[in-house]
């Protein structure tokens, strides 16, 4: 059994449509995959009805988190994936709508921002990039890369530009991490904490706050991650072992903005059962057939 469960839909920051995704997913060998896009859950209608017979479906969102929210510009960056949560929780929802609703006023401070630094983006290049979508970073880094100031997205998280504390950064509305825990609690769903060593990105989550998170509820630790190389990732295993926290692996697919493949990185399929044990919000969704491709 193949479960990724970190995967974007053109819902936030990915290429694929919901729709795309779930029949890509399917292609790629998969029997279970979660849409966790950034904040919200506005994929997962059209991914559920898309689901091809033998996917499963896990619904969820990455949460943007920040450690020492008080204290924006000293805190440290971090995602928060949450899976199986009832979507319609009233608090919940409304903390989601928050962070969705700051993402425009801090993309436009940041095309600002490379402006000043003499790059020639503009608002509306990035709005074409966007779409719909709940705008983020890779929308900017991508237009970075059709100007030819990058070579890749990835190239586009650095301090030289758009990484947490960059030239070309600002900040946004993010949850306490513990805050985030409680509500995704609330809702009946289960918390993984994303690539937490992923030190491309910028600051690394320190071992004592992910103590700390687990003590407050947290449930695992996204382990198997393109971003951690296999020293990070043994040394990570060792860490949940020690804090009674689960273990899962992910592709974090963004379709064609990364290149990444879906099913890069899995979870075992014990975790995986562990993880809907838990979960009470919501339940995976078979596949059914899906709608024409």
Same mark, same amino acid.
């Given at each position: 059994?193949r479960?990724?469960?970190?995967?974007?839909s053109t819902?936030?920051?990915?290429t %694929?449509?919901?729709?795309?995704?779930?029949?890509n997913?399917a292609?790629?060998?998969?029997d279970?995959? !979660?849409?966790?896009? +950034?904040d919200?859950?506005?994929?997962?209608?059209e991914a559920?009805?898309?689901?091809?017979?033998?996917?499963?479906?896990?619904?969820? !969102?990455e949460?943007?988190?920040?450690?020492?929210?008080?204290?924006? *510009?000293d805190?440290?960056?971090?995602?928060?994936?949450? =899976?199986? /949560? %009832?979507?319609?929780?009233?608090e /919940?929802?409304?903390?989601?709508?928050?962070?969705? %609703?700051?993402r425009?006023p801090?993309?436009?401070?940041?095309v600002?921002?490379?402006q000043?630094?003499?790059?020639?983006?503009?608002?509306?290049?990035?709005?074409?990039?966007?779409?719909d979508?709940?705008?983020?970073? &890779?929308?900017?880094?991508?237009?970075?890369?059709?100007?030819g100031v @990058?070579?890749?997205v990835?190239?586009? /998280?650095?301090?030289?530009?758009?990484a947490?504390?960059?030239?070309? =950064?600002?900040?946004?509305?993010?949850?306490?991490?513990v805050?985030?825990?409680?509500? @995704?609690?609330?809702?009946?769903?289960v918390?993984?904490? !994303? +690539?937490p060593?992923?030190?491309?990105?910028?600051?690394? @989550?320190?071992? *004592?706050?992910?103590?700390?998170?687990?003590a407050?509820?947290?449930?695992?630790?996204e382990?198997?991650?393109? %971003?951690?190389?296999?020293?990070?990732? !043994?040394?990570l295993?060792g860490l949940?072992a020690?804090?009674g926290?689960?273990?899962?692996g992910?592709?974090? =697919?963004?379709?064609?903005?990364?290149?990444?493949?879906?099913g890069?990185?899995?979870? +075992? &399929?014990?975790? =995986?059962?562990?993880i809907?044990?838990?979960?009470t919000?919501? /339940?995976?969704?078979?596949g059914?057939?899906g709608? &024409?491709?």
């Open positions: 059994m479960i990724d469960l970190h995967t974007h819902a936030s920051d990915g %694929d449509t919901p729709a795309e995704l779930m029949r997913a292609a790629a060998g998969l279970a995959v !979660a849409l966790t896009d +950034h919200s859950t506005r994929g997962h209608a559920a009805a898309a689901l091809p017979a033998g996917l499963t479906l896990v619904t969820g !969102a949460l943007s988190c920040r450690l020492d929210a008080g204290n924006r *510009s805190g440290v960056g971090l995602h928060m994936l949450a =899976y199986l /949560f %009832d979507a319609a929780e009233p /919940f929802l409304r903390e989601r709508e928050l962070v969705r %609703d700051d425009v801090r993309a436009r401070a940041m600002s921002r490379l000043g630094l003499g790059v020639p983006i503009t608002w509306e290049q990035v709005a074409r990039i966007a779409g979508a709940s705008l983020g970073r &890779p929308h900017i880094a991508t237009a970075l890369v059709e100007l @990058v070579e890749t990835s190239d586009a /998280f650095t301090s030289e530009w758009l947490d504390g960059g030239r070309a =950064y600002a900040e946004k509305h993010e949850l306490d991490p805050t985030a825990i409680r509500l @995704v609690k609330q809702a009946g769903g918390t993984v904490l !994303a +690539h060593r992923a030190v491309k990105r910028g600051r690394v @989550v320190p071992e *004592s706050a992910i103590a700390d998170l687990a407050c509820g947290l449930d695992g630790i382990v198997d991650h393109m %971003d951690h190389d296999e020293p990070t990732r !043994a040394g295993r949940a020690d804090l926290l689960l273990v899962t992910s592709s974090d =697919y963004h379709g064609s903005r990364k290149s990444v493949e879906l890069a990185c899995t979870t +075992h &399929p014990e975790v =995986y059962g562990e809907t044990r838990r979960a919000g919501a /339940f995976p969704v078979p059914a057939g709608a &024409p491709a």
